[in-house]
């Protein structure tokens, strides 16, 4: 099958991040192919590349620490697309899949990607091809996020429910059979209410931290996909159970957030500090969990929510959108198309 790959390909790359990742974004028409895409070795798949979704890591990562990557470089960690070979017995030349690669690798904004056994699994049938590429990093993560905490009953409270992660969890939470409240802005809230939340807090009109002290209710697990200051978790025992955890998997980098982190690790909660649990998930590659999240969408219990579609050439375009911080759900970019 290696007969069948180009000598070349094409891929929107970076030689460097002056003014931003999305200002710097270049087709190159014959960028070479991935190392060792004519030479798999074990556990590793060639795909071709339908689609691949933007996240803000494949920015952070490469604007923060550009000097870590080889140039020029490919960036995007999602992916769904079509295998060219593979060293796995389970799949096939042409059969459908999707995933995530690792970083520092990205690569899946060209045309053809390496990536490993965890983040390689089958396209369900009845699954397009788009929505697959939507699940790689966000999918996993907010699965990663509730699954290992709450159980069919629980109460789960989503601070951030109508990006790429937050419209995944509100969906995840509901279908292992959790009580769901998301915060949104005004726009957005019909949305989250259309994905499942049972109650949806505009935080542009109420002030979320009181809504929530006064409710009364008490959360199993807090999911705070937003975590721009520490004021949220500080209040979390007003609405959080001792047994409960506090989950985060964002931040933005900055003395102000690095002080707040510092501040809720180290300030001891017999001095005023934080009274319950804070859990930093990190994407793990999956393959199973991958697996689980597919079936839920062959079965229409969670979908992928797409904001923009762009092309190859557009891929600047599409970074800049989703650094505004309004995306709806998911940024895709056609790669290659099915």
């Known amino acids: 099958m290696a007969s069948t790959l180009p000598q070349t390909m094409r ?11 999305d200002k710097n974004l270049r087709v190159n028409t014959s960028a070479p192919l991935p190392t060792n895409a004519k030479s798999l070795k074990p556990g590793e798949t060639c795909v071709k590349v ?3 979704t933007v996240n ?3 920015y952070k990562a490469v604007e923060t620490l550009p000097f870590l990557f080889s140039k020029p470089a490919t960036p995007c960690m999602d992916y769904s697309g ?10 096939k030349p042409g059969e459908l899949v999707f995933g995530k690669t690792e970083p520092p690798v990205f690569g899946c904004l060209g045309e053809y990607v390496v990536v490993g056994k965890a983040g390689c699994v089958p396209v369900p049938d009845s699954v397009r091809l788009k929505d697959a590429a939507c699940v790689g990093v966000t999918g996993l993560t907010s699965y990663q996020c509730l699954a290992p905490y709450v159980k069919a009953g629980d109460k789960v409270f989503i601070n951030g429910g109508s990006g790429g992660t937050g419209t995944f969890g509100i969906q995840i939470a509901k279908a292992m059979g959790c009580h769901v409240t998301a915060t949104c802005s005004g726009p957005n809230v019909d949305l989250c209410k259309s994905l499942g939340a049972d109650e949806v807090i505009d935080y542009r009109s109420t002030n979320v931290v009181s809504h929530l002290q006064r409710s009364g209710t008490q959360y199993d697990l807090v999911v705070d996909n937003v975590f721009s200051d520490a004021s949220l978790y500080w209040a ?3 609405f959080l159970k001792p047994s409960g955890k506090y989950v985060t998997v964002v931040g933005t980098p900055s003395l102000a957030w690095l002080r707040d982190i510092l501040s809720v690790f180290l ?3 017999w001095l005023g500090g934080g009274q319950r649990k804070l859990v930093f998930t990190f994407c793990t590659t999956n393959a199973v969990e991958y697996e689980k999240i597919a079936k839920w969408m062959q079965e229409g219990k969670v979908k992928a929510v797409i904001d923009k579609e762009y092309n190859l050439e557009q891929a600047g375009e599409a970074f800049a959108h989703l650094k505004t911080g309004h995306a709806r759900g ?4 056609e790669v290659s198309g099915e």
């Open 82 to 91: 079509t295998v060219v070979t593979t060293t796995l017995p389970h799949l």
């Open 56 to 58: 803000p890591a494949d």
């Open 50 to 52: 339908a689609y691949t």
């Open 330 to 333: 998911k940024v895709l970019i």
């Open 11 to 21: 891929a929107s790359q970076w030689t460097t991040t002056s003014g931003g990742l």
């Open 267 to 269: 300030w001891p909660s």
């Open 236 to 238: 979390c025992h007003n």
